[in-house]
């Protein structure tokens, strides 16, 4: 049993901190937010993550988790410090680590003993090296420690999944007191450990989230030679995917990526290159098709419509995913701004986030169902791909739409299907 504290406790460090409780470590997850900790001491959970709340009452219920506000008060019990803190973009691409410093420096000065202080927030190449001299700067009592980086590849929606099955541990570290650390603290898990150095586990993460980013615009070009040449997306990467080279995760044409992380780790991965010298131009083309990708497809809803102005579109999905409650950079907010510009009325539902896009959104209906969102609507845009929208009835769809009209960004619905139920179905790539 390990004593382990969390600072950040957000979809990373909840995550993280409920389920190393429920591998019988001892946790405590502090976070500045206080309305969030009180929240969790009340015992409610203010994220939507799959299985979460069920592990929360769990490991609260036997003594193993708790919350708290105060990092001294977490340092003092833990030898284990993990920082999972926001690392925002700033307006020029690279990442605020403004909370990561902060946090560093707050348990630098509270140490009094040995700790491992471990980062686990996605953060450029170097920042290992920066943690460790600001500890050092402000170490009073000059206690041992270590640095190490053990950074998070847990997906939204499947976050806990993710977590206590994951593909790989990547623990980076400068000594052998951190390596058999981290080794014990996830060993129950059996997970394949990859050591590296520090630096080598900080880029093992822009590397991995911008390679993701690529494969996805790869496909959203791949969906433009498809629309030009009249061939079908979704068979060419089906086709693809099928070649365990290339592997069909991630491959899939769509409205481009959007989300907390991928567009500001690619930001982030390309500013990093270009500091240390090198013109990561790869990932500039991945991210210009990306902003592309989005762009066309209101032009496709524009061209569907031909005046956008005083009709009614009805949004269905808002997280930038399905099975979170995840708004951050989703690509609703870009799709509905844009139509909003235009003229038209939004009528919108998403089965977890609605609680949050009422914080975010303006001049939207707010539905309680996507059929309740068809009422009355000249079309229908499909942003995020969640199971119930899969299964719609089309029929009833059609009897309470004005037109019969379903732009569909995510490809989830059958086109002659569709078509057949009397739709005019615009989608991607095919
Ligand atoms: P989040 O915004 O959900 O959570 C961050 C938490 O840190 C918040 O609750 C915030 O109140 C708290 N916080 C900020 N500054 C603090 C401070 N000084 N002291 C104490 N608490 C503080 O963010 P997240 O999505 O959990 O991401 C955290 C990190 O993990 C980021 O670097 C992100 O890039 C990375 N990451 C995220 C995901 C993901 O899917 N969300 C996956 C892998 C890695």
């Given at each position: 049993m390990k004593k382990v504290c969390i600072i950040g406790a957000g979809y990373v460090g909840l995550v993280t901190g409920a389920c190393l409780a429920d591998m019988k470590h001892r946790v405590i997850c502090v976070d500045s937010d206080l309305e969030k900790v009180k929240m969790l001491r009340r015992g409610n959970v203010p994220i939507y993550e799959p299985g979460l709340d069920e592990i929360i009452r769990r490991n609260v219920k036997a003594g193993r988790l708790s919350f708290g506000t105060s990092i001294p008060q977490g340092v003092a019990s833990s030898e284990i410090i993990f920082i999972a803190v926001s690392t925002p973009p700033k307006a020029d691409g690279t990442a605020d680590l403004s909370s990561v410093a902060i946090?560093?420096?707050?348990?630098?000065?509270?140490?009094?003993?040995?700790?491992?202080?471990v980062d686990k927030s996605t953060v450029p190449v170097?920042?290992?090296?920066?943690?460790a001299e600001t500890i050092k700067r402000y170490n009073r009592k000059n206690v041992d420690f270590d640095i190490a980086s053990n950074p998070e590849f847990l997906r939204e929606g499947s976050a806990v999944d993710d977590t206590m099955h994951p593909d790989r541990i990547v623990i980076g570290v400068s000594s052998?007191?951190?390596?058999?650390?981290?080794?014990?603290?996830?060993?129950?898990?059996?997970?394949p450990v990859i050591v590296t150095d520090i630096k080598s586990a900080e880029i093992i993460k822009h590397a991995s989230n911008s390679f993701l980013a690529l494969k996805i615009s790869f496909a959203n070009a791949l969906a433009q030679i498809c629309e030009m040449s009249g061939a079908n997306v979704m068979e060419v990467v089906e086709g693809m995917g099928l070649d365990r080279r290339i592997g069909r995760a991630f491959l899939s044409a769509g409205i481009g990526y959007g989300g907390s992380c991928f567009p500001k780790d690619v930001a982030a991965f390309i500013?990093?290159?270009?500091?240390?010298?090198?013109?990561?131009?790869?990932?500039?083309?991945?991210?210009k098709i990306n902003?592309?990708?989005?762009?066309?497809?209101?032009?496709?809803?524009?061209?569907?419509?031909?005046?956008?102005k005083d009709k009614v579109i009805g949004i269905l999905g808002l997280a930038f995913k399905p099975n979170t409650d995840d708004?951050?950079?989703a690509p609703s907010l870009d799709i509905i701004a844009e139509l909003q510009r235009e003229g038209a009325t939004i009528k919108a539902y998403d089965p977890k986030a609605m609680g949050v896009a009422r914080k975010v959104l303006r001049g939207v209906k707010f539905c309680r169902n996507a059929y309740e969102v068809a009422r009355g609507c000249d079309a229908l845009v499909i942003v995020t791909e969640w199971d119930e929208f899969k299964q719609m009835s089309l029929d009833r769809l059609r009897a309470l739409m004005t037109h019969p009209i379903i732009v569909d960004g995510r490809n989830i619905l059958d086109p002659e299907k569709v078509k057949e139920k009397g739709f005019i179905y615009k989608s991607i790539g095919r």
């Open positions: 946090v560093a420096r707050t348990v630098a000065e509270t140490m009094d003993g040995y700790r491992l202080i170097k920042t290992g090296e920066k943690v052998k007191r951190a390596e058999k650390l981290l080794k014990e603290l996830y060993a129950p898990l059996k997970a500013k990093i290159s270009e500091e240390l010298g090198y013109n990561f131009e790869l990932l500039k083309i991945v991210e902003r592309e990708q989005r762009g066309r497809f209101v032009k496709k809803i524009e061209e569907t419509l031909w005046i956008v708004m951050r950079s």
